[in-house]
Protein backbone atom coordinates (compact mmCIF):
# COMPACT_ATOMS: atom_id res chain seq x y z
CA UNK A 1 0.00 0.00 0.00
CA UNK A 2 1.63 3.43 -0.84
CA UNK A 3 0.65 6.10 1.55
CA UNK A 4 0.78 9.73 0.29
CA UNK A 5 4.36 11.34 1.10
CA UNK A 6 3.35 13.21 4.29
CA UNK A 7 2.18 9.54 6.00
CA UNK A 8 4.90 8.06 4.70
CA UNK A 9 6.90 8.57 8.24
CA UNK A 10 6.06 6.09 10.65
CA UNK A 11 5.53 8.39 13.28
CA UNK A 12 3.07 10.49 11.57
CA UNK A 13 0.78 7.48 11.14
CA UNK A 14 1.07 6.40 14.19
CA UNK A 15 0.10 9.87 16.24
CA UNK A 16 -2.63 10.24 13.07
CA UNK A 17 -4.37 6.66 14.36
CA UNK A 18 -4.12 8.02 18.18
CA UNK A 19 -5.48 11.02 17.36
CA UNK A 20 -8.57 9.61 15.22
CA UNK A 21 -9.21 6.52 17.88
CA UNK A 22 -9.29 9.66 20.53
CA UNK A 23 -11.70 11.75 18.79
CA UNK A 24 -13.94 8.21 17.74
CA UNK A 25 -14.06 7.23 21.25
CA UNK A 26 -14.46 10.81 22.63
CA UNK A 27 -17.82 10.88 20.14
CA UNK A 28 -19.02 7.50 20.73
CA UNK A 29 -18.97 8.14 24.73
CA UNK A 30 -21.24 11.65 24.14
CA UNK A 31 -23.19 9.45 22.33
CA UNK A 32 -23.53 7.06 25.19
CA UNK A 33 -23.29 9.17 28.36
CA UNK A 34 -25.85 12.21 27.24
CA UNK A 35 -24.56 14.16 31.29
CA UNK A 36 -27.02 16.14 32.76
CA UNK A 37 -29.64 18.03 31.10
CA UNK A 38 -28.82 21.45 29.87
CA UNK A 39 -30.08 24.78 30.82
CA UNK A 40 -32.66 24.72 27.73
CA UNK A 41 -33.85 21.25 28.36
CA UNK A 42 -37.01 19.77 28.80
CA UNK A 43 -36.26 18.38 31.78
CA UNK A 44 -35.01 22.22 33.57
CA UNK A 45 -37.97 23.48 32.14
CA UNK A 46 -40.43 20.95 33.60
CA UNK A 47 -38.28 21.84 37.01
CA UNK A 48 -38.42 25.12 37.21
CA UNK A 49 -42.05 25.96 36.01
CA UNK A 50 -43.53 23.26 38.15
CA UNK A 51 -41.92 25.15 41.12
CA UNK A 52 -43.84 27.94 40.71
CA UNK A 53 -47.27 26.17 39.46
CA UNK A 54 -46.95 24.21 42.68
CA UNK A 55 -46.17 27.04 44.68
CA UNK A 56 -49.69 28.64 43.66
CA UNK A 57 -51.49 25.11 44.43
CA UNK A 58 -49.83 25.56 48.25
CA UNK A 59 -50.88 29.32 48.23
CA UNK A 60 -54.45 28.44 47.23
CA UNK A 61 -54.34 25.32 49.74
CA UNK A 62 -53.10 27.12 52.83
CA UNK A 63 -55.46 29.95 52.02
CA UNK A 64 -58.43 27.93 52.24
CA UNK A 65 -57.13 26.80 55.06
CA UNK A 66 -57.66 29.54 57.05
CA UNK A 67 -61.02 30.16 55.53
CA UNK A 68 -62.90 27.43 56.68
CA UNK A 69 -64.12 24.74 59.30
CA UNK A 70 -65.14 22.26 56.77
CA UNK A 71 -62.98 19.24 57.53
CA UNK A 72 -63.09 17.49 54.24
CA UNK A 73 -61.60 20.47 52.32
CA UNK A 74 -59.03 21.07 55.11
CA UNK A 75 -58.08 17.79 54.70
CA UNK A 76 -57.58 17.83 51.10
CA UNK A 77 -55.75 21.00 51.52
CA UNK A 78 -53.54 20.04 53.85
CA UNK A 79 -52.37 16.88 51.58
CA UNK A 80 -51.96 19.13 48.64
CA UNK A 81 -49.84 21.50 49.85
CA UNK A 82 -47.70 18.78 51.95
CA UNK A 83 -47.22 16.47 48.72
CA UNK A 84 -46.56 19.58 46.26
CA UNK A 85 -44.61 21.85 48.68
CA UNK A 86 -42.54 18.34 48.79
CA UNK A 87 -42.39 18.26 45.24
CA UNK A 88 -41.30 21.36 45.05
CA UNK A 89 -38.11 20.68 47.08
CA UNK A 90 -37.17 17.89 44.58
CA UNK A 91 -37.42 19.65 41.59
CA UNK A 92 -35.21 22.87 43.30
CA UNK A 93 -32.69 19.75 43.94
CA UNK A 94 -32.65 18.56 40.64
CA UNK A 95 -31.53 21.66 39.12
CA UNK A 96 -28.87 22.32 42.15
CA UNK A 97 -27.64 18.61 41.28
CA UNK A 98 -27.50 19.66 37.72
CA UNK A 99 -25.62 22.96 38.24
CA UNK A 100 -28.51 24.99 36.50
CA UNK A 101 -29.60 28.31 38.35
CA UNK A 102 -33.25 27.94 39.72
CA UNK A 103 -34.32 30.81 37.40
CA UNK A 104 -34.66 30.36 33.64
CA UNK A 105 -33.25 32.70 30.72
CA UNK A 106 -36.39 31.20 28.80
CA UNK A 107 -39.87 32.86 28.91
CA UNK A 108 -42.11 30.61 30.97
CA UNK A 109 -43.27 27.27 29.29
CA UNK A 110 -40.85 27.23 26.54
CA UNK A 111 -40.02 23.74 27.31
CA UNK A 112 -43.15 22.67 26.38
CA UNK A 113 -42.83 23.70 22.98
CA UNK A 114 -40.32 20.77 22.55
CA UNK A 115 -42.78 17.68 24.08
CA UNK A 116 -45.15 18.82 20.85
CA UNK A 117 -48.23 20.38 23.35
CA UNK A 118 -50.29 22.73 22.38
CA UNK A 119 -51.27 24.51 25.23
CA UNK A 120 -54.70 26.60 25.38
CA UNK A 121 -55.10 29.40 27.10
CA UNK A 122 -51.48 30.16 27.89
CA UNK A 123 -49.83 34.02 27.31
CA UNK A 124 -52.15 35.80 29.73
CA UNK A 125 -50.05 37.95 31.69
CA UNK A 126 -50.79 36.78 34.93
CA UNK A 127 -52.29 33.20 34.16
CA UNK A 128 -48.78 32.68 32.24
CA UNK A 129 -49.01 28.66 32.94
CA UNK A 130 -51.63 26.47 32.07
CA UNK A 131 -54.22 26.93 35.05
CA UNK A 132 -52.93 29.54 37.08
CA UNK A 133 -55.63 31.64 38.80
CA UNK A 134 -55.25 35.64 38.23
CA UNK A 135 -53.75 37.81 42.07
CA UNK A 136 -57.88 38.76 41.72
CA UNK A 137 -59.04 35.36 41.64
CA UNK A 138 -56.75 34.59 44.60
CA UNK A 139 -57.70 38.11 46.72
CA UNK A 140 -61.36 36.88 46.10
CA UNK A 141 -60.39 33.46 47.90
CA UNK A 142 -58.54 35.29 50.83
CA UNK A 143 -61.75 38.01 51.35
CA UNK A 144 -64.56 34.38 51.26
CA UNK A 145 -65.78 32.46 53.89
CA UNK A 146 -67.12 28.98 54.59
CA UNK A 147 -69.05 27.38 51.88
CA UNK A 148 -68.91 30.55 49.31
CA UNK A 149 -65.16 30.13 49.95
CA UNK A 150 -64.64 26.67 49.26
CA UNK A 151 -66.99 26.60 46.24
CA UNK A 152 -64.48 29.00 44.99
CA UNK A 153 -61.06 27.25 46.46
CA UNK A 154 -62.72 24.14 44.20
CA UNK A 155 -63.54 25.49 41.08
CA UNK A 156 -59.96 27.42 41.07
CA UNK A 157 -58.14 24.03 41.99
CA UNK A 158 -59.58 22.21 39.03
CA UNK A 159 -58.40 23.90 36.33
CA UNK A 160 -54.98 24.00 38.29
CA UNK A 161 -55.19 20.64 38.88
CA UNK A 162 -56.03 20.00 34.68
CA UNK A 163 -52.88 22.30 33.83
CA UNK A 164 -50.28 20.63 35.95
CA UNK A 165 -51.69 17.37 34.37
CA UNK A 166 -51.06 18.58 30.91
CA UNK A 167 -47.54 20.27 32.31
CA UNK A 168 -46.80 16.50 33.43
CA UNK A 169 -48.26 15.06 30.42
CA UNK A 170 -45.49 16.98 28.56
CA UNK A 171 -42.71 15.58 30.63
CA UNK A 172 -43.23 12.66 30.29
CA UNK A 173 -40.80 12.09 27.01
CA UNK A 174 -38.12 12.97 29.06
CA UNK A 175 -35.21 10.52 29.31
CA UNK A 176 -34.19 10.93 32.90
CA UNK A 177 -35.79 8.41 34.72
CA UNK A 178 -36.51 10.42 38.13
CA UNK A 179 -38.77 13.01 35.82
CA UNK A 180 -40.02 10.42 34.26
CA UNK A 181 -41.52 9.03 37.76
CA UNK A 182 -41.86 12.59 39.57
CA UNK A 183 -44.41 13.54 35.79
CA UNK A 184 -46.10 10.07 36.35
CA UNK A 185 -46.89 10.59 39.98
CA UNK A 186 -48.18 14.10 39.39
CA UNK A 187 -50.15 12.73 36.92
CA UNK A 188 -51.80 9.83 39.01
CA UNK A 189 -52.76 12.27 41.82
CA UNK A 190 -53.89 15.30 40.29
CA UNK A 191 -56.25 13.77 38.07
CA UNK A 192 -57.36 11.43 41.13
CA UNK A 193 -57.61 14.70 42.79
CA UNK A 194 -59.89 16.71 39.63
CA UNK A 195 -62.15 13.64 39.97
CA UNK A 196 -62.72 14.25 44.32
CA UNK A 197 -63.04 17.63 43.46
CA UNK A 198 -65.78 17.40 41.67
CA UNK A 199 -67.75 15.43 43.62
CA UNK A 200 -67.15 17.47 46.67
CA UNK A 201 -68.44 20.14 44.27
CA UNK A 202 -71.36 18.37 43.35
CA UNK A 203 -72.37 18.04 46.93
CA UNK A 204 -72.22 21.56 47.61
CA UNK A 205 -74.76 21.54 44.98
CA UNK A 206 -72.38 23.53 42.87
CA UNK A 207 -71.46 23.86 39.34
CA UNK A 208 -68.20 23.34 38.22
CA UNK A 209 -68.38 26.75 36.01
CA UNK A 210 -64.94 27.43 34.84
CA UNK A 211 -63.67 30.87 36.44
CA UNK A 212 -63.51 32.84 33.96
CA UNK A 213 -60.09 34.29 33.83
CA UNK A 214 -58.44 30.86 34.52
CA UNK A 215 -56.52 29.52 31.68
CA UNK B 1 22.61 13.40 -31.28
CA UNK B 2 26.20 13.98 -30.32
CA UNK B 3 27.37 13.38 -26.49
CA UNK B 4 27.53 17.17 -25.95
CA UNK B 5 24.03 17.70 -26.87
CA UNK B 6 22.91 14.80 -24.46
CA UNK B 7 25.06 16.39 -21.35
CA UNK B 8 22.93 19.21 -22.12
CA UNK B 9 19.58 18.63 -22.73
CA UNK B 10 20.42 15.99 -18.98
CA UNK B 11 21.72 19.38 -16.88
CA UNK B 12 18.92 21.47 -18.04
CA UNK B 13 16.65 18.47 -17.18
CA UNK B 14 18.24 18.57 -13.63
CA UNK B 15 18.02 21.98 -13.69
CA UNK B 16 14.73 22.65 -14.61
CA UNK B 17 13.74 19.46 -12.04
CA UNK B 18 15.68 21.35 -9.13
CA UNK B 19 14.42 24.77 -9.75
CA UNK B 20 10.51 23.25 -10.07
CA UNK B 21 11.60 21.57 -6.79
CA UNK B 22 12.55 25.18 -5.11
CA UNK B 23 9.06 27.26 -6.74
CA UNK B 24 7.34 23.76 -4.42
CA UNK B 25 9.08 24.67 -1.80
CA UNK B 26 8.50 28.26 -1.78
CA UNK B 27 5.25 27.72 -2.84
CA UNK B 28 4.85 24.99 0.53
CA UNK B 29 6.24 27.68 3.04
CA UNK B 30 3.72 30.06 1.35
CA UNK B 31 1.15 27.92 1.92
CA UNK B 32 2.05 26.95 5.53
CA UNK B 33 2.52 30.40 6.48
CA UNK B 34 -0.61 31.90 5.59
CA UNK B 35 -2.44 28.66 7.33
CA UNK B 36 -0.86 29.44 10.50
CA UNK B 37 -1.60 33.08 10.04
CA UNK B 38 -5.44 32.86 8.95
CA UNK B 39 -5.60 30.20 11.88
CA UNK B 40 -3.51 32.51 14.32
CA UNK B 41 -6.30 35.05 13.30
CA UNK B 42 -9.58 33.45 13.63
CA UNK B 43 -7.97 32.48 17.13
CA UNK B 44 -7.28 35.96 18.59
CA UNK B 45 -10.77 36.93 17.18
CA UNK B 46 -12.61 34.17 18.82
CA UNK B 47 -11.07 35.27 21.86
CA UNK B 48 -11.31 38.46 22.32
CA UNK B 49 -15.04 37.95 21.03
CA UNK B 50 -16.06 35.37 23.76
CA UNK B 51 -13.61 37.65 26.47
CA UNK B 52 -15.71 40.85 25.33
CA UNK B 53 -19.02 38.95 25.88
CA UNK B 54 -17.50 37.21 28.88
CA UNK B 55 -16.68 40.84 30.17
CA UNK B 56 -20.21 42.39 29.41
CA UNK B 57 -22.18 39.62 31.88
CA UNK B 58 -19.70 39.02 34.13
CA UNK B 59 -20.16 39.32 37.32
CA UNK B 60 -17.24 40.25 38.93
CA UNK B 61 -18.76 43.50 39.82
CA UNK B 62 -21.03 42.11 42.54
CA UNK B 63 -20.20 42.53 45.97
CA UNK B 64 -19.94 39.97 48.72
CA UNK B 65 -21.26 40.94 51.80
CA UNK B 66 -21.31 38.60 54.82
CA UNK B 67 -24.64 38.68 56.79
CA UNK B 68 -24.90 36.50 60.18
CA UNK B 69 -27.92 38.42 61.71
CA UNK B 70 -31.09 37.01 60.81
CA UNK B 71 -33.47 37.09 63.80
CA UNK B 72 -37.08 38.31 63.88
CA UNK B 73 -37.93 42.02 65.14
CA UNK B 74 -40.71 44.33 64.69
CA UNK B 75 -38.19 47.39 65.28
CA UNK B 76 -36.74 49.47 62.49
CA UNK B 77 -32.94 47.48 61.72
CA UNK B 78 -30.23 49.82 60.95
CA UNK B 79 -28.38 47.80 57.55
CA UNK B 80 -25.19 49.08 56.58
CA UNK B 81 -26.38 48.85 52.76
CA UNK B 82 -29.22 50.70 51.12
CA UNK B 83 -31.03 48.84 50.13
CA UNK B 84 -29.98 45.88 52.48
CA UNK B 85 -28.60 43.02 51.44
CA UNK B 86 -30.13 40.61 54.53
CA UNK B 87 -29.79 41.25 58.53
CA UNK B 88 -32.63 41.50 61.19
CA UNK B 89 -35.75 41.67 59.56
CA UNK B 90 -39.63 42.02 59.97
CA UNK B 91 -41.61 38.07 61.03
CA UNK B 92 -43.49 39.24 57.99
CA UNK B 93 -41.98 38.84 54.15
CA UNK B 94 -42.87 41.10 51.85
CA UNK B 95 -44.57 39.43 48.78
CA UNK B 96 -42.96 39.47 45.25
CA UNK B 97 -44.05 41.26 42.49
CA UNK B 98 -44.02 44.81 41.41
CA UNK B 99 -44.49 47.85 43.36
CA UNK B 100 -45.32 51.90 42.58
CA UNK B 101 -44.05 53.22 46.08
CA UNK B 102 -41.11 52.70 48.26
CA UNK B 103 -41.19 49.66 50.64
CA UNK B 104 -40.26 49.02 54.16
CA UNK B 105 -36.58 47.39 54.08
CA UNK B 106 -37.37 45.39 57.05
CA UNK B 107 -40.02 43.49 55.14
CA UNK B 108 -37.81 43.04 51.67
CA UNK B 109 -35.31 41.70 53.71
CA UNK B 110 -36.88 38.97 54.84
CA UNK B 111 -38.28 37.73 51.18
CA UNK B 112 -34.14 37.58 50.72
CA UNK B 113 -34.05 34.98 53.14
CA UNK B 114 -36.22 33.18 51.35
CA UNK B 115 -34.40 33.68 47.72
CA UNK B 116 -35.71 37.03 45.94
CA UNK B 117 -34.05 39.74 44.31
CA UNK B 118 -34.20 42.96 45.17
CA UNK B 119 -34.77 45.41 42.03
CA UNK B 120 -34.49 48.15 43.67
CA UNK B 121 -34.75 51.62 41.25
CA UNK B 122 -34.20 55.49 41.42
CA UNK B 123 -37.83 57.79 41.23
CA UNK B 124 -38.04 59.39 38.08
CA UNK B 125 -35.82 56.52 36.12
CA UNK B 126 -36.75 57.07 32.05
CA UNK B 127 -39.31 55.37 31.16
CA UNK B 128 -37.65 53.09 28.62
CA UNK B 129 -35.44 52.01 31.36
CA UNK B 130 -38.07 51.16 33.49
CA UNK B 131 -39.74 49.05 30.95
CA UNK B 132 -36.84 47.25 30.77
CA UNK B 133 -37.42 45.88 34.57
CA UNK B 134 -40.97 45.33 34.49
CA UNK B 135 -40.44 43.87 31.52
CA UNK B 136 -37.53 41.98 33.57
CA UNK B 137 -39.40 41.31 36.69
CA UNK B 138 -43.37 40.55 35.09
CA UNK B 139 -42.03 36.90 34.08
CA UNK B 140 -39.92 36.23 37.07
CA UNK B 141 -41.27 34.84 40.49
CA UNK B 142 -38.86 35.83 43.95
CA UNK B 143 -38.74 39.72 42.50
CA UNK B 144 -39.17 42.37 43.82
CA UNK B 145 -39.08 45.72 41.95
CA UNK B 146 -39.60 48.89 43.57
CA UNK B 147 -38.29 52.24 43.94
CA UNK B 148 -36.05 53.55 46.06
CA UNK B 149 -35.76 57.32 47.50
CA UNK B 150 -31.48 58.20 47.67
CA UNK B 151 -29.91 55.70 45.65
CA UNK B 152 -26.54 55.07 44.94
CA UNK B 153 -26.90 54.37 41.27
CA UNK B 154 -30.02 54.71 39.25
CA UNK B 155 -30.98 50.71 39.31
CA UNK B 156 -29.55 48.69 42.31
CA UNK B 157 -29.79 44.53 42.41
CA UNK B 158 -30.08 42.99 45.95
CA UNK B 159 -30.11 39.43 47.16
CA UNK B 160 -29.20 37.85 50.93
CA UNK B 161 -25.39 38.87 50.41
CA UNK B 162 -24.92 40.04 47.18
CA UNK B 163 -25.22 43.66 45.47
CA UNK B 164 -24.78 44.91 42.26
CA UNK B 165 -25.28 48.56 41.16
CA UNK B 166 -26.11 49.62 37.71
CA UNK B 167 -26.10 52.68 35.71
CA UNK B 168 -28.37 51.32 33.19
CA UNK B 169 -31.26 48.95 33.07
CA UNK B 170 -29.90 47.56 29.75
CA UNK B 171 -27.03 46.24 31.23
CA UNK B 172 -26.67 42.66 30.63
CA UNK B 173 -25.63 42.20 33.87
CA UNK B 174 -28.98 42.45 35.39
CA UNK B 175 -30.08 39.18 33.69
CA UNK B 176 -26.96 37.38 34.76
CA UNK B 177 -27.44 39.21 38.45
CA UNK B 178 -31.23 37.35 38.40
CA UNK B 179 -30.53 34.06 37.04
CA UNK B 180 -27.41 34.03 39.29
CA UNK B 181 -29.31 35.16 42.56
CA UNK B 182 -32.67 34.10 42.12
CA UNK B 183 -33.25 31.08 44.82
CA UNK B 184 -29.05 31.18 44.74
CA UNK B 185 -26.98 29.21 46.19
CA UNK B 186 -26.59 31.91 49.32
CA UNK B 187 -30.40 31.97 50.02
CA UNK B 188 -30.78 31.01 53.81
CA UNK B 189 -34.15 29.48 53.16
CA UNK B 190 -34.35 28.09 50.06
CA UNK B 191 -38.02 26.74 49.14
CA UNK B 192 -39.55 29.26 50.98
CA UNK B 193 -42.29 31.35 49.84
CA UNK B 194 -42.36 34.47 48.42
CA UNK B 195 -46.49 34.95 48.51
CA UNK B 196 -48.47 34.72 51.43
CA UNK B 197 -46.85 37.59 53.00
CA UNK B 198 -47.84 41.22 52.89
CA UNK B 199 -48.00 44.12 50.62
CA UNK B 200 -49.89 44.25 47.59
CA UNK B 201 -47.78 44.03 44.05
CA UNK B 202 -49.48 45.69 41.17
CA UNK B 203 -48.34 43.24 39.10
Known amino acids: ?215 | MGKNAEGTLKERLSALQAEQRRAERRRRVVMISVSVVVAGGLAVAATAFVQADRAGRSLDAVQTINVSARNHTDKAVSYPQAPPVGGDHAPEWQNCGIYTKPLRNENVVHSQEHGAVWVAFRPGLPKEQLDILLKQAQGRDFVVLSPYTGLSAPVVLSSWGKQLKLDRADDPRLTAFLRANINGPGTPEPGASCSGGVGEPSV
Open chain 1, 1 to 215: MRFPPLLRRRGVLVAVTVVLTLALSGLGFRLWYAGPPGDASLEAGFARDMQAHHAQAVQMALIIRDRTTDRQVRTLAYDIATTQQQQIGQMYAWLDMWGLPQASLEPRMAWMRQGHQNMPGMGQQTAQMPGMATREQLKQLEQASGKEAETLFLRLMIPHHQGGVQMAQAAQGSGQPQVKRMASSILAAQQAEIELMRGMLAARGAAETSPPAAG
